[in-house]
């Protein structure tokens, strides 16, 4: 058993100086390690990341940024893209996986989607991503396209998934 839960997990809404700095960190660490992705991953994030701020509206855009003993050990956003959503940037750190954090983090996702009124969203991934894959269509998404691709510095299959509200 794990030496803590998800109570122990305070999940916020508020942008702090340093969580963007620190989620291109987590986003290149990880994916590096755990999928082998290269350097321009960690720069793709970044340069999305930029996009995502000049573009943030607290009523239309969110975070959730999850912390654990005042370390940020999670985080997913959701992006205005008009009509529809795009959910980015969802990242767990291993020891808080399988306590039901991804779980809690779509549910805060759909809610909120839901509250705004978009009328779907949809997200990319890759086909390595499995675990992920299952917590989407779980809440609904479904797999509309896929294509071979070096954009990581790798070779992968991206994914798209979607859903209509």
Not at 92 to 116: H, N, Q, T, V, W
Not at 130 to 140: D, E, F, K, Q
Request: proline residues 3%.
């Amino acid at each position: 058993m794990k030496p803590f839960s998800i109570s122990d997990i305070k999940i916020r809404t508020e942008l702090q100086p340093g969580d963007f700095g620190y989620l291109v960190y987590l986003h290149g660490k990880l994916y590096s390690k755990e999928y082998q992705f290269g350097n321009v991953f960690e720069s793709y994030v970044a340069e999305s990341l930029l996009e995502f701020y000049k573009n943030y509206n607290p009523e239309t855009n969110r975070v959730w940024v999850c912390e654990h003993d005042q370390k940020m050990i999670g985080f997913v956003a959701l992006m205005n893209r008009g009509t529809t959503a795009q959910l980015r940037y969802f990242i767990i750190e291993p020891a808080y996986r399988g306590i039901g954090l991804g779980k809690k983090l779509m549910e805060l996702f759909m809610d909120f989607l839901k509250s705004c009124g978009y009328l779907g969203a949809y997200l990319l991934t890759t086909s390595e991503l499995t675990t992920a894959a299952s917590l989407y269509t779980r809440h609904g998404f479904i797999r509309t396209e896929e294509k071979y691709s070096t954009a990581f510095g790798k070779p992968l299959i991206e994914h798209r998934y979607e859903l209509n509200l």
